[in-house]
Structure formats: structure tokens, C-alpha cells
């Protein structure tokens, strides 16, 4: 079985410019969550979606959005990005259990 | 309050020796635990999980980690490290809050393996 995928995995934006990041969670799985993980700032969770609704959400301005495809696939997109922005983005996917997440190997985002 | 604390940011062991990545966590209900391991420029892999059933979790790699609820502790050993060992670990809880589950991460101890 596949994990989770993230697509891209490297990508490098200009100040101002938006970015989307995509997500594939595991086959079966139906809910994905998405983290911001930075030297600073450890891991920060950004929000999470089940069944293309949001159900959780972090404390993260509204430039961070995302959504979620009847396919379970999700995205994830930041707005008007800031130097700051720059991380690895996480995409996860719960288990069937309910409990156990899984993580794609991450979106390396640079903001320069 | 729920939290997690790992008691060490930084670990360094050599080669062939025990490894031991210490969780405290602090939590009102029965809570989930996880250790998580992430190699340079990777995710998160799943080492192994505590869900209510043996106290004594086995993982992959060698990892074991022990429920110990009168310490509220979820260490992480292993007899003998190896240089792919080296990472990232994040002692991680889960709790069941409002309809979802709810992650707590430790702020990760980072495993050094000497030859």
C-alpha cells in the first residue's frame, strides 16, 4: 500500500507569491491533517479535514487555507508568503483505527 | 492540561550501546502515545504505538517503549544503537477531544550515534 504522498517535494517562492502544496493520503484513509515544521518552532499544526470538511483548525493566520477532494486527496495553499513561511510542510493521514497518523515525507517550502 | 516533555534535546551514544529517549506526558484521560522518528529531509515514521493494550510496546528497528502510567513516562530504548539510528525522535500523544483526535508533540530529542 502506498503512503502518503506530497507533491512538491522542493520548491522555492518569491515574497508576496502564493504557493499550493498537494497531498495524497493513504488508500482508505479519509482524513488528513497538515503541520508546518520549523528549527524555531517545532512542529505547529495547521488544520485538519474529513470528508472535504474542515474539522480542526490551528492557530495560523488566514493567508493558510486548505481543502479537501471527495477523493480524500487535500491541498493546502498560503497566500501573499513572508520569509517566514519557510519550512517543511507535513501532510498525515489517519489510520483506520482513528488514532494512528501517518506522515508523506514533506514539502520543503523556501521563501526567499 | 495535556502535555508532552521529552527530558532531552540532545542524546549521543556509541555504536553497540543501549539507547534511552526519555517521554513524560501529562494528560486528564487514557491517553495514545507514539514515538515517531525522522531521519535529515524526511517525515515522520511511526516507531511504535501505545493504544491501552500491553504496556510493553515493541516497534521496528530494534525500538521498544514501556506505558509506565504511575510515572505518566513512555521512554523510548533500544539494547544496542546503530549509526542508522541517527535522528530525530518526537514522543507524540494523542487524546480524543471534541470528536477528533488531538496531537500533542514533544519538542523531539535529537540521537547521536558515535562509531
Known amino acids: 500500500k502506498a503512503g502518503v504522498t506530497q507533491t512538491p517535494r522542493y520548491l522555492i517562492k518569491t515574497r508576496g507569491q502564493q504557493v499550493t502544496l498537494s497531498c495524497s493520503p493513504i488508500?482508505?484513509?479519509?482524513?488528513v491533517s497538515w503541520y508546518q515544521q520549523t528549527p524555531g518552532q517545532g512542529l505547529q499544526f495547521l488544520f485538519e479535514?474529513?470528508?472535504?470538511?474542515?474539522?480542526n483548525k490551528g492557530n495560523f493566520p488566514g493567508r493558510f487555507s486548505g481543502r479537501q477532494f471527495s477523493n480524500s486527496r487535500s491541498e493546502m495553499n498560503v497566500s501573499t508568503l513572508e520569509l517566514g513561511d519557510s519550512a517543511l510542510y507535513l501532510c498525515?493521514?489517519?489510520?483506520?483505527?482513528?488514532?494512528?497518523?501517518?506522515f508523506g515525507e514533506g514539502s520543503w517550502l523556501t521563501v526567499v | 492540561a495535556q502535555s508532552v516533555t521529552q527530558l532531552d534535546s540532545h542524546v549521543s551514544v556509541s555504536e553497540g550501546t543501549p539507547v534511552l529517549l526519555r517521554c513524560n506526558y501529562s494528560?486528564?484521560?487514557?491517553?495514545?502515545l507514539f514515538w515517531y522518528v525522522q531521519h535529515p529531509n524526511k517525515g515522520l515514521q511511526l516507531l511504535l504505538k501505545?493504544?491501552?493494550?500491553?504496556?510493553l510496546v515493541k516497534g521496528i528497528n530494534g525500538f521498544e517503549a514501556e506505558f509506565k502510567k504511575s510515572e505518566t513516562s513512555f521512554h523510548l530504548t533500544k539494547p544496542s544503537a546503530h549509526m542508522s539510528d541517527a535522528a530525530e525522535y518526537f514522543c507524540?500523544?494523542?487524546?480524543?477531544?471534541?470528536?477528533?483526535?488531538?496531537?500533542?508533540f514533544g519538542a523531539g530529542t535529537r540521537l547521536a550515534v558515535h562509531p
Open positions: 479535514y474529513f470528508s472535504e470538511t474542515q474539522r
Open positions: 501505545y493504544t491501552s493494550a500491553a504496556t
Open positions: 507524540v500523544v494523542s487524546l480524543f477531544s471534541g470528536g477528533y483526535n488531538k496531537l500533542i
Open positions: 488508500s482508505g484513509h479519509r482524513s
Open positions: 494528560s486528564s484521560y487514557s491517553p495514545s
Open positions: 498525515a493521514s489517519t489510520g483506520t483505527d482513528g488514532n494512528t497518523i501517518y
